[in-house]
């Protein structure tokens, strides 16, 4: 059974999502909404997001997407795909959507099956990004709620939920 997808992502302008294996912003806003959303979820990442958080997301069934048989990570589980990742989650979560948290190739790979995108919208320019999110395709994504917020350094940004259109 493949549970329903959702991709949790947040975004500075042209889709930008990381820099250097890192996010490149601070917005502990962002992080407390990101830790809402997740809590008591399952949590689908690829491995080099995994070393970037640098640990195991307190709450939730951390599962890793790992080509190499042998990667062992406290407090994960290991996937050898986004499939196996899919049914880990449901698995452990039947009645949930598992939590796509990134990065880019497994966020490419799970956009298909997503009903789902909560999008962190920042106000940001990250000229040497190296980490991209997909577009979201206006014909099959509906925007939905929009909120808009400023963070404490001044960084404007807004909480969008998108559905995939019927």
Request: charged share 20%.
């Amino acid at each position: 059974m493949t549970p329903a997808v959702a991709l949790v992502v947040a975004t500075a302008r042209g889709g930008a999502i990381g820099r250097g294996n890192t996010l490149p912003w601070r917005l502990p806003e962002d992080l407390k909404r990101f830790r809402a959303i997740t809590l008591g979820h399952a949590v689908v990442m690829g491995r080099r997001t995994w070393d970037s958080i640098g640990r195991s997301l307190p709450g939730r069934t951390n599962i890793v997407i790992s080509r190499d048989p042998s990667w062992r990570g406290e407090g994960a589980r290991r996937a050898a795909d986004l499939g196996d990742a899919l049914a880990q989650a449901a698995a452990a979560h039947p009645d949930q959507p598992a939590m796509v948290i990134g990065g880019a190739q497994v966020y490419a790979l799970a956009l298909p099956l997503a009903t789902v995108a909560y999008v962190t919208e920042i106000d940001l320019d990250v000229p040497d990004a190296d980490a991209f999110f997909p577009a979201l395709d206006p014909g099959e994504w509906a925007r939905g709620e929009v909120q808009p917020a400023t963070g404490a350094d001044g960084t404007t940004y807004r909480f969008v939920a998108y559905r995939r259109r019927d």
